[in-house]
């Protein structure tokens, strides 16, 4: 008699199994703007005023675009990653404003 390896294995099992309920897809619904509670916070890095949006919930190339939405409406530089978007300067009422206008819930120090 022949040996199965694994994938035959597998494929016998998927026949046997029933198939169970599709995995639920929260990404989309947790990007959505007006799902989002993003905190605003002032810093002063290496003595320069630095604005600081923290958790985003959402694809790193959603974090990107709105980084880049934000650094052209302040007309500063900045950069983003590991859910938190950094712009130069103390902008804060400017990016509260700009956010609330997407529909994102806003909090901290604005």
């Known amino acids: 008699m022949k040996q199965q390896d694994w994938k035959d294995r597998l494929g016998a099992l998927s026949e046997i199994l029933p198939d169970g309920p599709e995995p639920i897809d929260n990404q989309e619904e947790r990007t ?3 799902v989002q509670q993003l905190v605003i916070r002032y810093e002063k890095r290496n003595g320069k005023p630095t604005t600081i949006v ?4 959402g694809t790193n190339a959603a974090l990107l675009e709105l980084a880049g939405q934000l650094k052209k409406l302040c007309s500063a530089g900045g950069s ?5 978007i950094l712009i130069q300067g103390d902008v804060r009422k400017k990016v509260a404003v700009y956010l609330r206008s997407l529909g994102h ?3 901290g120090d604005v």
């Open 80 to 84: 983003a990653k590991d859910d938190e």
């Open 105 to 107: 819930v806003v909090k």
């Open 54 to 57: 923290s958790r985003f919930a």
């Open 32 to 34: 959505k703007p007006n």
